[in-house]
Structure formats: C-alpha cells, structure tokens
C-alpha cells in the first residue's frame, strides 16, 4: 500500500466518525483502525505520524493515542503480497 491511500483512507474514516463529535468519533475511529489494519498497515500510520503526519486530519492524529502500536515481528509478517509482489 502507498502511504497516500493508507492517507486517503484514515481521513475518510475521520470524515466519517467527524458527525459522531470528538470525543465518540475519535475512539471509534481508534476501534477501527485497531480491528481492521493489518499491522504493517499500522506501522505505515505511526511512522507517517512520526514522520509529522502533515496530511492527516485532526482526528486522525487524535486517534493515534488510541491505536495499538504493532510489535516488530507483527509488523515485518502479513500474508498479503508488497506493492509489486505477486500474490
């Protein structure tokens, strides 16, 4: 996955849970976030974070306090084919 779809959806996500106010929407974007990405795709969201996350919106930066943190070896295994790999 490209770093601006991993981008495109979180902010879409936060689009979404926005209606839900602050405090609601940013666990429930956490939840998703935890219960769906795979962990490579969550080491993608904190490096980008730490990277300045420049393009994330508010509440998705407001989430990441909420959002578990992969392990290394999670993070380095996934059975779904890298960017060019084939499947």
Request: glycine share 6%; charged share 25%; no cysteine.
């Amino acid at each position: 996955m490209e770093t601006r779809d991993m981008v495109r959806m979180a902010n879409q996500m936060a689009a979404f849970f926005k209606s839900y106010g602050d405090v609601e929407g940013t666990k429930d974007l956490a939840s998703h976030i935890n219960s769906f990405w795979e962990p490579r795709m969550r080491k993608m969201f904190f490096d980008y974070i730490a990277q300045g996350g420049k393009e994330f919106e508010p509440m998705v930066i407001a989430a990441a306090a909420q959002v578990r943190k992969p392990t290394n070896h999670a993070a380095n295994q996934s059975s779904l084919p890298q960017h060019g790999e084939e499947s």
